[in-house]
């Protein structure tokens, strides 16, 4: 089969010909917009799943949505060591850009004078010009240094400047389980207080099993702040749809035995139905697509994965790291109690600590509950056994 014609695309974040069984997650987002425009409240949303399962995917699709509907938006990843506050004021740069035009309102002035004084916050050599006149234009106040009030300024200026276009502030955020606790303490407020002023402002994040138990940490209402949906495998029918689908669309089809095969291989898993669809469209010699075909196709999908997908994060970790992966692998993907991990490796459960902490700070694991710890990504325990290093 022709690779240029390939419909499969597996890759981080990589937008799929076609995006199934998240019919859920894509309603409620477009409920909150639409709350949003007619002038009511809307619940910011919180998505959480393993790695590979399109959380990325679907925060891109929120992003394309709002981008659609004229709203303003800033999409980010989290990442250890960078600001929240910086990655947020370049990413709502460009779309200031172009809200700035000749005959906008005053609020609208009043948002651009305010997203100058949040740069300044940050980067005092840095200047933006908006092309407009700002001189004595009301606005400013985020360059307090305080977080909180300096986003919470931002965004509720924002807000009313979206107001003056009838649409509303987006602000999405992915890895947001690495945000700095005092981060996600700000965020929890800043959406709090703008949920009770009805600001025309909806907030997604993207994360980790262990993102909501963070938030809940972080403010006790959280639960009730967020609209909370768990990412995972896809459905049977959900799963043939993402196989099928794009191939039909090409004029391909899958033969009964071969689409069985790799949906058993995949486990639902959207990155990995994208993996093994691609792999056996090119290895195929012409449409129907055989069990021979999809059984070549998941050996090179599974070479793919092992030197990719798995090794990346295998290779990251230390040696003592990889012990305790190993120790952890026994329980397949499960989840693994610290006390079993320790007695395994001959070692306490304090004394392993460091390493722990390292391996969730690299996001190889995380801790689903207290005193447990599981993979990030799932068949993880297929790969680690097979490891001799």
Known sequence: MDPVTNPYSPGAGRLPMALVGRETQLKAWHTALKRVEAGRDAQSLVLYGLRGVGKTVLLSRFARIAEDAHWLVARIEAKSGSSMRDMVGEAFHGPLVDLARPGVGQRVLKALKTALSFKASYDTSGVWNFGVDLRD???????????????????????????????GVALLIDEAQDLPAKELIALCAIVHAANQRQDRLVVALAGLPSLPRRLSEAKSYAERLFSYHGIGALQPDDARRALVDPASDE????????????MAEAGGYPYFLQQYGQDTWNVAAESPLSPADAELGIAHGRAALDTGFFR????????????YLRAMAIDDDEGSQAGNIAVRLGKTVKSLGPIRASLIGKGLIYSPVHGVVAYTVPAMATFVRQQDD
């Open 312 to 323: 990346v994060r295998w290779d990251r970790a230390t040696m003592a790291e990889k012990n």
């Open 251 to 262: 004029d391909v089809v899958w033969s009964g035995g071969a689409l069985d095969k790799v």
């Open 137 to 167: 234009v009301a606005g400013g106040g985020a360059d307090t240094g305080v977080f909180e009030s300096d986003l919470s300024k931002l965004l509720r200026d924002l807000s009313e400047a979206a107001a003056d276009q009838g649409t």
